[in-house]
Every structure is written in structure tokens, then in C-alpha cells.
């Protein structure tokens, strides 16, 4: 794709179409509500292929039990806890003014199992597929087997022959570089500059090799693509362009309705469940979302959050030109503090896939992000990373918005539930742990 950068006229038609624009160049936080939310389903992707994903992950628990003991509570299901957070609602609601209905929730991605974020589900998932492939079709095993047999040297012998690799600004690198490593493949991680060196050192631990580049995200996956062309036996999972990563992160829509339940949570609409999910190249925020609009319909409202300085689904699902504009063509630099967040261009699959199930777009600034982060330690005693917290300012714009309750049924914003998707953090070092929390 040409940059289109320099371009003052392409720029200039997309301020006059799109007026919004002209905030987000100055870097100001925008909120944006999607005209084009249609609730329309995706053809491209099917419940049918959510459902496999779900029974892919079951077959494979035995053998994560065995791999990652701490799991064998859940039963090798990698899943997080869904909590109550009364105290940060009421600090919200004080500094809004006052006047913020429903619960708020937090689904503390942060905790799950084996790599502490959301990575934990698309590319761990994404790992299991190719490992599942690859067994199957050495006839090793057979889909009716116990898959705790995985852990054994014939399968570790088996998977040492193939090689996964991957692009990644972190815990994406760490999630395949954890669960790829464990299995036996030949791992690589291609990392960006940005990355933190602790992650680095973490995968090289796990018996990883960690490649670095000096540019940003993007090279770093184009290197790695390009790399793993060269060998058959190299399966590269790429970030911008993955279903099976899509499927992974889908799967966690029903096991949220099944926490709900738990919690005596209907959702309805007189009920209606918001999310708050934040976005990098799309993959996670998106398989979310279109898992959920499948289990919950037109009651659940999805939001995404992004770094003011790396707005690209926002960019790209509001033009309509997806992967085919990026931050930097309308001025702004893709850098933020905000792990997992720096991505100048939006995944080629995702809009496309969920651009009509979105009801809007955020963006929030690196230091509200931080002060998020204390906030949230300092109420509920609950560390998150930057990223994770991005979510946090939708509780109150939905309901400050002018106009937006007129969406739902009368009185239905009083009963409503929202759910703030924390990301990641489990992972981050005690020191780093401080250096958030210090401001
Ligand atoms: C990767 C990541 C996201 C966003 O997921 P994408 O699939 O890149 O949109 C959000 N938060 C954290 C902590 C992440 O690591």
C-alpha cells in the first residue's frame, strides 16, 4: 500500500467529509458514535466456527492442565474473572458530576491464565490450531484422544521438526512464544523497538528467539512474514490478518454470558450490557464483539478505545478505507505509552468484518490512561497496564453523550451494565508495577 502521507488534498477532502478529523489531528480526545451500526452479521464468519473454536479450546484443556498446572482449577480453561467494581463506579460517577447509572463491571483479562492479557485467548488459540493440524496429520493422534498425550517427547519431537513465528509489539509474542514454546515448535518472535525489554527477556527464558527491529510494529510483521515465506514448515501467525486469531478472542462472548448468569445478570432490552474494549490492530476488541453481538444481539453496545495518537480503526472504519489509510497520513505519530496500542494501521479483516456492530469509537489520552491505572489500584486494589485501562472513559461518555439514551427503550440506561475490558498487566514486573503506580 503507497503511503498516502504528504497528500495535503487527500487530507484536506477527508477533514470536509469527516470533521472529526480535525480534533483527532490536534491529538484532543473525540468520541464518535457509528452512523453504521446495522447489527447486520457477517457472512465471512459463522456461529458455526465460533462453536468449533469453543470445542477446539475443550479438547485441548486436558493437555493444558498438564502444561500449565496453575490452570487445573479451571480445568485447563484459560478464562479470567468477571468483578464488581463498586468503588471505582462511585469515583467515576463523582467526577463525571454525578448522575451515571448502571453497574460496572470489570472483565480482568489481566489475570488470565499462562500470559496475563487478552492475547491469552486469540493467540493461544491460534498456536492449538496449527499444533492440532500438525499431529493430526502425522497421524500421532487422533481428535478422540485424551490431548494431555501432547506434553509427551514423541509430540515435542514432532513439533521441534516446525517452526511459528510472529510479529509483535508484546504480549501477543508472548502468548505464542509461551504456548509455542511449551509444545516444541521453533519459535521467533519479531519485536519492535517500542517493546519492553522485560517481555524480551521473558520469551528468551521460555526458549523463544526474540528478533528486534528498529522501526515500529509493522516492520516488525512484515519482517516476520517475510522470513517465514522462505520455510514450509514455518507457520507465521499474522496479527493484521488472522481468523483464527479472530475465533480465539470470539470464543469468550459465551463464557461471558454463562459469568453473567452466575451473577443473576439479564441482559435485555430493558437491560442492555455496554462494553468497553481497547483496540490496537483490531483482532481482540473485534473477535470480542462479533462473538457477543451473536450471543446478545442489538442489547449489547461495543465501544472501542484508543490512544489519541493511534486512532486507526477509528480512522478506518469512519472513512469506510479500513487498512488502506493509517495514523500517520493525516498527521499523527502512532506512538503512545500504551502497550499493544501503537499501531498506525488497522487490521485488513476486522472492520470490515465488525465496522457495522460497532456503536462508536474513543479515543483517550496516554496520561489519562496512567492516572487510570492509579485509580483503579487505588479503589480496588486491582493493577492493570495502561492499555488495559483505556476502556474506562466510555462509562461516562455513553451516558453524557447527547442523544444516546434515545437508542435504548425509556429507562432502560438506569438498569444497564457495563463491562470496562481490562486487557492485560499480571505480566508486568514488580519494578514496572511500581513505576506505574508511582505516576
Ligand atoms: C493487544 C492488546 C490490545 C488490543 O488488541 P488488538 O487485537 O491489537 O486490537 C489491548 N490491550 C492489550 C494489553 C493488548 O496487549
Redesign the pocket.
Known amino acids: 500500500m503507497a503511503s498516502m502521507k504528504g497528500d495535503g488534498l487527500f487530507v484536506r477532502d477527508l477533514v470536509q467529509k469527516f470533521p472529526l478529523i480535525e480534533d483527532m489531528k490536534k491529538g484532543k480526545e473525540v468520541f464518535w458514535l457509528n452512523p453504521g451500526l446495522d447489527n447486520v452479521l457477517p457472512r465471512e464468519v459463522s456461529k458455526a466456527d465460533i462453536e468449533d473454536a469453543s470445542e477446539r479450546l475443550a479438547r485441548f484443556a486436558p493437555y493444558i492442565v498438564r502444561a500449565f498446572p496453575e490452570t487445573s482449577p479451571g480445568g485447563g480453561s484459560i478464562e479470567s474473572p468477571l468483578k464488581n467494581i463498586p468503588e471505582m463506579k462511585a469515583f467515576l460517577n463523582g467526577e463525571a458530576g454525578g448522575g451515571l447509572s448502571g453497574r460496572l463491571l470489570l472483565k480482568c483479562d489481566s489475570e488470565l491464565p499462562i500470559s496475563g ?3 491469552a485467548r ?1 493467540g493461544i488459540y491460534e498456536v492449538l490450531c496449527f499444533a492440532e493440524k500438525v499431529a493430526l496429520e502425522s497421524g500421532l493422534l487422533n481428535r478422540s484422544d485424551d490431548y494431555a498425550v501432547l506434553a509427551e517427547d514423541r509430540f515435542r519431537e514432532l513439533f521441534s521438526r516446525y517452526a511459528v513465528s510472529v510479529g509483535s ?4 509474542g508472548l502468548s505464542i512464544g509461551i504456548m509455542g514454546a511449551r509444545l516444541g515448535f521453533r519459535l521467533t518472535v519479531h519485536m519492535s523497538a517500542d517493546a519492553r525489554q522485560w517481555k524480551k527477556d521473558l520469551l528468551r527464558q521460555k526458549g523463544a528467539k526474540v528478533a528486534e527491529y528498529r522501526g515500529d510494529f509493522q516492520m516488525a510483521v512484515a519482517e516476520g512474514r517475510r522470513q517465514a515465506e522462505g520455510d514450509p514448515l514455518c507457520h507465521f501467525v499474522d ?1 493484521e490478518n488472522s481468523r483464527d ?1 479472530f475465533l480465539g ?1 470470539a470464543a469468550a462472548a459465551e463464557r461471558l454470558k454463562r459469568q453473567l448468569d452466575g451473577m443473576g445478570i439479564t441482559v435485555d432490552s430493558g437491560h442492555p450490557l455496554f462494553v468497553y474494549l ?9 473477535g470480542v464483539t462479533f462473538g457477543l453481538k451473536h450471543v446478545f444481539g442489538e442489547n449489547v453496545h461495543c465501544f472501542f478505545a484508543e490512544p489519541v495518537q493511534s486512532p486507526c ?1 477509528l480512522l478506518g472504519i469512519m472513512t469506510g478505507l479500513h487498512d488502506g489509510i493509517c495514523v500517520q497520513d493525516v498527521g499523527l505519530s502512532g506512538r503512545t505509552s ?4 501503537a ?1 498506525g494501521r488497522p ?1 485488513k479483516l ?1 472492520g470490515r468484518l465488525v465496522g457495522n456492530l460497532l456503536d462508536g469509537l474513543f479515543t483517550v489520552s496516554d496520561s489519562r490512561m496512567e492516572a487510570l491505572v492509579r485509580d483503579l489500584y487505588t479503589r480496588e486494589g486491582i493493577f492493570v ?1 495502561p ?2 485501562a ?1 476502556g474506562f472513559p466510555g462509562f461516562a461518555a455513553v451516558q453524557r453523550n447527547g442523544g444516546y439514551a434515545e437508542r435504548l427503550t425509556p429507562s432502560a440506561m438506569d438498569h444497564s451494565v457495563h463491562i470496562v475490558w481490562a ?3 499480571s505480566m508486568v514486573p514488580e519494578g514496572e508495577r511500581k513505576k506505574y503506580l508511582a505516576g
Open positions: 492479557s487478552i492475547k486469540g509489539t508484546g504480549n501477543l496479527d486469531l478472542y481497547p483496540c490496537g490492530v483490531g483482532g481482540g476488541p473485534g480503526m500504551a502497550d499493544g496500542l499501531v487490521s476486522v497496564e492499555s488495559a483505556a486487557t492485560g498487566g
